[in-house]
């Protein structure tokens, strides 16, 4: 029996907008687990990099059939985790803010993917500060959240601030296994929402927009400014999270999210919006899903 998906979407659901999206991409050739830097890596797990690759694939073919324009950096020998090209640098209005990795093993990728953006008519700014690009670092109406905890030091929020001039809201990570602002805040309609009030670090700005989030990935003070800008955001289980389901990437109306997480799912339904289910639990052992592949480039 068919289900109808119009009867799971709330009456008082607004109309979501799709908009074309313009993002960078990394196949994961060299794909593996050598190395821990975080607590979802494990070396002594076996790791397929072909089946990385064909999930992949999928994630890639189904932003090419939501019509985005997606770019690819090539695959680099020896940096297995340059697929998860979101940490590879923050772009707005055609600057390229690049990064730089708190771990030797990811050093090497500012560089590379900095290349990439001056090759491709980007304004490339070299970071002073250590950090971890979009991984830490999401655009949400008219300003940055920006996370730091675990990766990104916090006064790459100030440089960040300064050099694309927007407030940004510093959020403070404490759980280990969410260790980017990316894994636990999930950006659903950037243009969007409700979310008003006064947010902390470098600036306040009205912030709407619309988003999902993991409270307990947060201190209490972020907690605070999350509850206060985003009254009516997407509350996660700790179950989807787990999985990573919160790094997702939307584009105003579809939300290309994991395939597991099926609470977070039905709450996108009943906002309006269009959940898209994919399976990257290969990845996954690496640390990544969904927006950790996902680089967004603002011209």
């Not at 730089?100 to 990439?116: H, I, K, V």
Request: proline share 6%.
């Amino acid at each position: 029996m068919s289900t109808n998906l119009d009867a799971l979407v709330s009456p008082e659901a607004p109309v979501r907008t799709a908009l074309k999206r313009t993002i960078l991409m990394c196949k994961p050739s060299y794909f593996t687990v050598v190395y821990r830097i975080n607590p979802w890596m494990d070396p002594a797990v076996p790791t397929d990099t072909s089946l990385a690759v064909a999930q992949w694939q999928t994630l890639h073919d189904t932003y090419v059939g939501l019509g985005f324009d997606v770019h690819l950096i090539d695959p680099i020998d020896g940096l297995p985790d340059m697929v998860y090209a979101a940490n590879g640098g923050f772009v707005i209005d055609n600057i390229a803010y690049g990064a730089a990795f708190t771990y030797s093993q990811r050093q090497p990728e500012g560089p590379a993917y900095m290349d990439w953006f001056r090759d491709n008519g980007f304004d490339v700014r070299v970071p002073q500060e250590i950090n971890e690009g979009e991984g830490d670092f999401l655009l949400v109406g008219d300003v940055i959240l920006a996370g730091t905890g675990f990766r990104s030091a916090s006064n790459s929020h100030e440089e960040v601030s300064a050099l694309y001039g927007r407030p940004v809201i510093t959020l403070n990570l404490v759980n280990p296994n969410f260790y980017h602002l990316d894994t636990a805040i999930a950006v659903l309609d950037p243009s969007t929402g409700s979310g008003t009030g006064a947010g902390s670090g470098t600036g306040a700005g009205s912030g709407t927009g619309d988003i999902a989030y993991l409270p307990s990935a947060f201190d209490e003070p972020s907690l605070a400014i999350l509850r206060e800008r985003y009254p009516d955001a997407i509350i996660v289980t700790e179950e989807d999270a787990a999985i990573l389901g919160l790094n997702s990437y939307s584009d105003g109306y579809n939300v290309v999210i994991a395939a597991r997480a099926k609470d977070f799912e039905r709450q996108l339904r009943e906002r309006g919006y269009n959940p898209i289910g994919v399976d990257l639990s290969e990845l996954l052992l690496g640390g990544g899903g969904v927006k950790c592949c996902t680089l967004e480039l603002r011209r």
